[in-house]
């Protein structure tokens, strides 16, 4: 498993190479230049076959974004490309929107807001007179990026929430109607927006257990051991269950990402993604009050999801025989920041996974079904996201995302709320409708890089001679042959499914091995296609989208969508109409929820739950978990019960 060159090319960034990287960046900026994010350019695909494993030559890149606070400077930022190898800088100015938002700006856009006589004396018209306490929430400016704020000049808007001491929720207090336009570069607010008076709303939303006025009893013991260790084996970034195989990693903007995804099928070790991750999401706020209306954060594009990836604890974030990956990123002046436990693998229990009595004979095969867990989580403001991928013994892969954390809030008047737009959770506190809408890119190679698309509906068989009682139904598969037709949407009353085959490789049956994607009940983006979120976030138009594969595309929304003006990534791409028949095609699945909050989501919103998953079909030539010996005390000696004593799910 372990070749030189590519553990040289494929492994996680080290602290040593970050560091290395930017000072050799620093060399060529301004003293003024602050880092954002960095990540490691993973080997171009032509490259990867080609590459020389015995002499173990390779190129090692990384990318580092940043940018300076120079009034001068109306671009966007730097992009540094940096070939560890040879000590090699290639330098660009970031010509089409900016680089993403940093550690850096957010500090800065606190200290601009808190020390503006403009927002202190609005603050004061509300009562509030002390701001060290003042919790600042700099969002990105978006596509709305106010007038008075010169195009290429980093921007943010400001909102405030009321703490009453440093550690309490100041979501249950948002100074509403007043949003500051900090103009990052200038180092000033350019431009303050006040649509009036909102009193405070009366009561505090502490969620931590000292704050509870009573505590539930405790929950009895469940733990979850391994006598013999875990069933999996880590080397590196490389992980090998059962019979999967593949790399994980965490990249700045698609956060966890799974590499080179294989199957080991007797002695073939069969590719089925060559990687998948989350390309870019959008929230997307329904409501119409001015101080939501123009929010629709591409929280991995703009903010950087990755970079806020949390450091994971054993026994709370996760349960059993745990294995911790670290993950290293970049602070503003180029050191590295490390990030221990990012990423979890375990395995878990996942009930029965097939299972017949027969009648006759009164005996009972039953076999558990388990799965690898490999996840990690998200706190970007107030809300975490958490992504898991799910690895199954009958070849089912899953991605589900969990959402949690703290709603938006609006401070509403008695007797002023406007439930369709923002219900209430608490006493004078409402929460904007919104949606969380991911996008992943699944870059499928189902045993090799020639793959097509069909979408498979179900639909009913008109009455006929053939079907005189109108019962039958049956499966229609379209082959989608272009960028442009390949645009879809869910569709779950024909039972929509997207399956992606490989014409040149047959199962026993003669068919064309394939994996479907199958989508959950999902909704697309729902502003207006004349919104700034459907041109700034494209990708949530259409639920499902193929294109041929590009090297480097990575991101639905580009690579820049930060104060972007949008009409960049997949809706741009696929305007080509290219070819997706029979070569390496990429899928872009967007799916999410549409979130009506609920006055259960308040204080913190129990978890949400969203994803799809990818089933093989026809891939295998039988259930491939047919042969899993069953566990020792599920062996069927003779007769049993079929009621009284059944299995245990
Ligand atoms: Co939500």
New binding site residues.
């Given amino acids: 498993m372990k070749h030189e060159t590519i553990q040289l090319t494929f492994d996680p960034l080290t602290a040593k190479e970050i560091e290395r990287a930017s000072s050799l960046v620093k060399e060529k900026l301004s003293d003024s230049a602050v880092f954002c994010s960095v990540a490691l350019v993973e080997p171009a695909k032509s490259l990867e076959s080609s590459v020389d494993r015995s002499s173990g030559r390779g190129s090692r890149q990384l990318r580092l974004n940043g940018y300076e606070y120079e009034s001068s400077r109306t671009d966007g930022g730097f992009e540094a490309t940096v070939d560890l190898c040879v000590e090699e800088v290639r330098l660009k100015r970031i010509e089409d929107g900016q680089a993403p938002i940093g550690f850096a700006d957010v500090v800065r856009a606190i200290q601009i807001t808190k020390a503006d006589e403009g927002w202190q004396e609005a603050m004061r018209k509300r009562g509030v007179t002390e701001f060290e306490l003042i919790q600042i929430d700099p969002w990105p400016a978006g596509g709305y990026q106010h007038p008075s704020i010169p195009l290429g000049h980093r921007a943010h808007r400001a909102i405030s929430f009321v703490r009453e001491d440093a550690k309490d929720n100041g979501y249950a207090r948002p100074v509403h109607g007043l949003i500051a336009h900090v103009d990052l570069t200038e180092g000033k607010v350019a431009h303050l927006e006040d649509h009036g008076v909102v009193p405070l709303p009366p009561e505090s939303a502490r969620y931590s257990a000292e704050h509870q006025a009573s505590l539930e009893p405790s929950l009895s013991p469940l733990e979850i051991q391994q006598s013999q260790g875990p069933g999996f084996r880590v080397e590196e970034n490389r992980i090998e269950w059962r019979n999967w195989e593949f790399g994980v990693s965490i990249h700045p903007v698609n956060g966890l990402v799974l590499h080179r995804l294989s199957y080991r099928d007797g002695d073939r070790l069969r590719p089925i993604l060559h990687r998948a991750a989350l390309s870019d999401m959008v929230v997307p706020y329904g409501d119409t009050d001015p101080m939501h209306v123009w929010k629709h954060v591409l929280d991995a594009g703009e903010a950087s999801l990755g970079n806020c990836v949390n450091s994971l604890k054993l026994g709370c974030d996760c349960v059993g025989e745990i294995f911790y990956l670290d993950h290293y990123a970049i602070k503003p002046d180029g050191s590295a920041r490390t990030i221990e436990r990012a990423i979890c693998v375990h395995e878990e229990d996942y009930g029965i996974l097939w299972k017949h009595h027969d009648g006759l004979s009164r005996t009972t095969e039953v076999r558990r079904s388990r799965r690898l867990v490999v996840s990690s989580f998200y706190t970007v403001g107030n809300?975490e996201y958490g992504f898991y991928w799910y690895l199954y013994l009958d070849g089912t892969i899953e991605m589900e995302v969990k959402?949690t954390g703290i709603?938006g809030v609006s401070a509403v008047n008695e007797g002023s709320e406007r439930p369709e737009f923002a219900p209430l959770v608490a006493p004078n506190v409402a929460s904007p409708i919104?949606q969380?809408l991911f996008c992943f890119r699944l870059d499928f190679e189902v045993d090799g890089p020639t793959n097509r698309v069909y979408e498979v509906n179900v639909e009913a068989e008109p009455i006929s001679d053939e079907n005189p009682d109108g019962t039958a139904f049956r499966a229609n598969p379209t082959l989608l042959e272009s960028e442009v037709q390949a645009r879809r949407q869910v569709n779950a009353s024909s039972s929509r499914v997207w399956k992606v085959v490989n014409p040149n490789s047959l199962n026993r049956l003669g068919k064309p091995v394939g994996y479907k994607l199958v989508p959950s009940a999902t909704a697309a983006s729902l502003a207006t296609k004349q919104s700034k979120v459907a041109q700034r976030a494209g990708f949530a138009q259409y639920n499902f989208w193929a294109t041929p594969f590009d090297e480097g595309r990575l991101c639905a929304a580009g690579d820049y969508p930060n104060l972007h003006p949008g009409g960049d990534g997949l809706a741009r791409w696929t305007e080509q109409d290219r070819s997706i028949v029979d070569q390496d095609i990429v899928v872009w699945h967007t799916f999410g929820?549409t979130?009506l909050p609920r006055p259960e989501d308040w204080p913190v919103m129990p978890v949400?739950y969203c994803g799809f998953t990818l089933k093989p079909d026809g891939f295998f030539d039988r259930n491939p978990s047919i042969n899993l010996p069953p566990q020792d005390h599920c062996i069927d000696i003779g007769a049993d019960e079929p009621s009284s004593k059944a299995n245990d799910s």
């Fill in positions: 809300y959402l709603v919104h969380h929820s979130h949400e």
